[in-house]
């Protein structure tokens, strides 16, 4: 066995909340669990008792618990009739979980990257949403209306979203990067009677305006009945021309005092979020309000150890999946620090010098971010204090060995480096982190409690140390309720229950380990497969992001004389020229650790790597570009004009 980057302290293990939690269940249930591995069993074999369990150790608030906790397990989907229904008696609201807290500390900090800072206590952020609620239902939005948002990660959002969830009504977001056409594309499938729309936001430098968009779309969504504008880069920004607009601050109720929770169904929707679109038309995801609490005060309480006492901060927009996550921390009571802006703003050092100042004592960001952190030789631990800080969270791509190392070499070595992977279609993780785990350079934790989490070979067989799909084997409360406008639920059905009837195939290639970790290989849609061999696209990533000479890549497969070749196009570093020694260099680091199978036929320097909004490279755009293929949502990109540069290349056909 190797040995682990990091291994917790049995005083850290004693205090923490999954040890609590273990406690709990040991006495309620007269078991004799000890350690993740054990619980971990248990959660998945014991579905009914974990979930009520987790509902009791985090302390849901609800009108009605009921005694059933899951109906017609027999049947994953719980959207495929008579699929799995959870907690089918309770009565909750979502929104009153957040704000169960109504004192004077901290639960939001606002940081812009013109350095403007705000800050609002748990009463003051009850008061705020009261205020909105009274407001929205004046406006006569009732349970099962859409509102939605095309704002940026400030405080404003955060009140939108609770009061619409006080309410019954369903929230949903884009981020404000989003052109027209990519917000029209989901918000016009969903037809919301509200748009809230901040008049415009601040990006690497420049200030970018929002309203001209804001007209354009307010104009287009016949359903609107209101356009409440927030503002952030103009005191008094001009509404002339948005149907039915108003300044958020005059929009606020001057006499609501108290806010009722109106309840409902464990499975009453929430939210609607977005897959990436890039292959056709975004697919609107519903998600319902008690799977998504239950399982974010899950994740956030037993496998982060978040408590009233941690500054929480992840990097994220409002167009991605961890802005709900990192917003359902206020249901821990936790302060939360909110940032818009771009993350390498002051010479790369904004976030780190926020650690710092702000005491954060979890970090969030993407793989991304921490590689470009060691590409640029940033060393926050000769620079910054960090006392605060003692865990480390990853998502968006599978974090590199390389990058393991960097975080306990050049941030700090103790401290927990938790990186997770999950998505939008569960709004969470299905593979996460553990403050009683050790890290291992590469690999995941563990498998979340009560996600019957396997790795599949081709025959749908369990294998370890072998990769394959990760699928789960059984129901989990965090399922979608459905997608929107899906009647007969056969879209959904396709997405997930294809592969294999009644097993939810997530759609990522992967490993179990031996030391019970994850390892995530990429998307299984991107993987490469020359000669039949199936490789996932971050096993040559992780190789090429060691080369100083290159900023980032891209790698997809090619068909080509009856198989398939690997490509590889790279983004290099300033002044570095692809020639042929750099070539012959790629291609050894690759063979030496990997196979002969994973060395690229082709490499080829590209200006510029398409990616999504929420910063996720799309190698199947670029696949299809390669093949003269239509990308069918080029409004789904950050930088659509990039495909350009990987259409019509010689080298590739030769």
Known sequence: MSTPLWQPTQARIDAANITRFTEFVNSRHGLSLQGYP?????????????????????????????????????????????????????????????????????????????????????????????????????????????????????????????????????????SPDFGINGVMDRFGQIEPTVLFSADGYFYNGKTCDSLERVRDIASRISSLRRVVIVPVVDEAPLLAGIPNAVLFGSYLSEDATELEFADFPFDHPLYIMYSSGTTGMPKCIVHGAGGTLLQHLKEHQLLVDLSRSDVFFYFTTCGWMMWNW????????????????????????????????????????????????????????????????????????????????????????????????????????????????????????????????????????????????????????????????????????????????????????GELTEHGGVVIHGRSDAVLNPGGVRIGTAEIYRQVEKLDEIQESIVVGQEWQDDVRVVLFVVLSEGVVLDDALQARIKEVIRSNTTPRHVPARILAVADIPRTISGKIVELAVRNVIHDRPVKNTDALANPEALALYRNLPALSE
């Not at 704000?99 to 800050?119: C, F, H, I, K």
């Not at 081709?458 to 009647?487: H, M, Q, S, Y």
Request: charged letters at 25%.
């Open 38 to 174: 054990a619980l971990y069993d248990w959660s998945v074999s014991a579905l009914e008792d974990f979930w009520s369990a987790t509902w009791d150790f985090c302390r849901v608030i609800a009108r009605e618990k009921g005694e059933r906790v899951l109906e017609s397990p027999g049947t994953f989907s719980s959207a495929q009739p008579p699929g799995a229904r959870w907690f089918p008696e309770a009565r909750l609201n979502f929104a009153e979980n957040l704000l169960r807290y109504r004192d004077d500390q901290v639960a939001l900090v606002s940081l812009l990257e013109t350095g403007e800072r705000r800050t609002l206590t748990y009463g003051e952020l009850y008061r705020k949403v009261t205020a909105l609620a009274a407001s929205l239902r004046a406006e006569g939005v009732v349970p099962g209306d859409r509102v939605a948002g095309f704002m940026p990660n400030i405080p404003e959002t955060v009140i939108a979203m609770l009061a619409t969830a006080s309410l019954g009504a369903t929230w949903s977001s884009c």
């Open 326 to 509: 990192l917003v359902s921390g206020l249901a821990s009571g936790a302060t939360l620090v909110l940032y818009d802006g771009s993350p390498f703003a002051r010479r790369g050092r904004v976030l780190l010098d926020a650690i710092d100042a702000e005491g954060i004592s979890v970090f969030g960001a993407s793989a991304k971010y921490f590689a470009a952190l060691e590409k640029a030789r940033h060393r926050p631990g000769e620079r910054y204090e960090l006392a605060r800080l003692r865990t480390v969270l990853s998502t968006g791509s599978p974090l590199a060995h390389e990058s393991f190392e960097y975080i306990y070499r050049d941030f700090k070595s103790d401290l927990c480096l938790s990186s997770i992977s999950g998505g939008t279609d569960i709004l969470s993780c299905f593979v996460g982190g553990s403050p009683i785990l050790p890290v291992y350079k590469g690999e995941i934790q563990c498998r979340g409690l009560g996600m019957a989490v396997e790795i599949w070979d081709d025959e749908g067989t369990a294998v370890t140390a072998e990769k394959g799909e990760l699928v789960c084997t059984r129901p989990f409360p965090c399922t979608p309720i459905g997608f929107w406008n899906d009647p007969g639920h056969e879209k959904y059905r396709d997405a997930y229950f294809a592969a294999w009837p009644d097993i939810w195939a997530h759609g990522d290639y």
